[in-house]
């Protein structure tokens, strides 16, 4: 292993254990009613909120260096991965088509006078879009 890459595993690993140890002790020390004044004051909660940002910040450093994708979403353990590409020009094909279709089998819509009752329109009745 380079000197390079063990580098970037062991503080990737810090930060791992420090981000997981501001969490536990945030969790600690947090109240268990809202009626309760948290222990920690304004200054210290920004700060380790500034903390939690640095983490996140050089851990999508060290995974851009790595060339990790940083964008996947959680899913469960028995959850099969599947993905279905679809090309653009296929799908503006389909549009088009079902549009041509659709468009051929519409029925005029029903014009609305400026004097009519909206409460007279059955929007149940044939043409009514």
Known sequence: M??????FTKEK????AMRKTLSSIVKDVTPSSSA???PLTETTI???KMCFGLIAAREQE???????ELNEKPHFTDEAFTSNVVSLDSLQITMK??????SSN????KKISKKSNY???DPTEEGFE
């Open 13 to 16: 690993r810090v930060l791992v």
């Open 106 to 109: 519409k029925k005029p819509a």
């Open 62 to 68: 060290i995974a851009k260096e790595a060339g990790v």
């Open 36 to 38: 309760i004044k948290s």
């Open 119 to 121: 409460d007279d329109i």
């Open 46 to 48: 920004e700060d380790i």
């Open 2 to 7: 380079s000197q390079e890459v063990e580098h």
């Open 97 to 102: 088509s079902k549009s041509v279709s659709k």
